[in-house]
């Protein structure tokens, strides 16, 4: 009868600790900028974007928190990741089908969009222009309503990167 009652007291303790545990991880706070992507179709080609997800947070964004002038990775954290399945004309000028680093280099007006050929790398501190597949130049454009968190869409012209009062739209065809 001992072992008996000391085999129900551990059990108990093991599912008490499994469920204070569970309480605990459902009151952790959300990550401050969770990984997030995008896929569909810009004209024939399957896009996908994947991203982190910085939030505004009553913080300035543009020239200060993200620096006019200087490579961004277009996110939080990791460097954003592109992928086409087919070649495909950004801005008119050929991207090869494949997987690239995104990164851009914000300005008030202007914003260099950049394909670069390392996907995988953690913000940009390696960032290295030698490697760059593609860039190209776009202008942002001003919102009226303000976007929380970074996010971006594909479309059938392209995709745009959207985060606090301001669109950076890139044709794709």
Excluded: C, H
């Excluded at 009868?1 to 545990?21: D, E, N, P, T």
């Excluded at 130049?137 to 995709?159: C, D, H, I, M």
Aim: proline share 5%; aromatic share 10%; net charge positive.
């Amino acid at each position: 009868m001992r072992k008996s009652f000391q085999l129900k007291s551990l059990s108990f303790m093991i599912v008490a600790l499994l469920i204070a545990g569970f309480a605990k991880a459902q009151d952790a706070k959300p990550m401050a900028s969770p990984r997030d992507s995008v896929s569909a179709k810009a004209g024939k080609a399957n896009i996908s974007i994947n991203y982190g997800s910085p939030s505004v947070r009553d913080r300035k964004v543009w020239g200060a928190l993200v620096p006019y002038a200087q490579v961004w990775r277009a996110g939080a954290n990791e460097a954003t990741v592109f992928t086409t399945d087919k070649d495909i004309k950004v801005e008119g000028k050929v991207l090869p089908a494949g997987t690239y680093g995104f990164f851009t280099i914000p300005g008030e007006k202007e914003w260099t969009i950049i394909f670069n050929k390392v996907a995988k790398q953690w913000g940009a501190y390696k960032y290295d222009e030698k490697q760059d597949a593609l860039r190209v130049t776009v202008k942002p454009v001003e919102k009226s309503e303000k976007s929380e968190r970074l996010v971006y869409a594909v479309n059938s012209k392209g995709f745009n990167l959207t985060w606090d009062k301001l669109s950076v739209p890139v044709s794709v065809k």
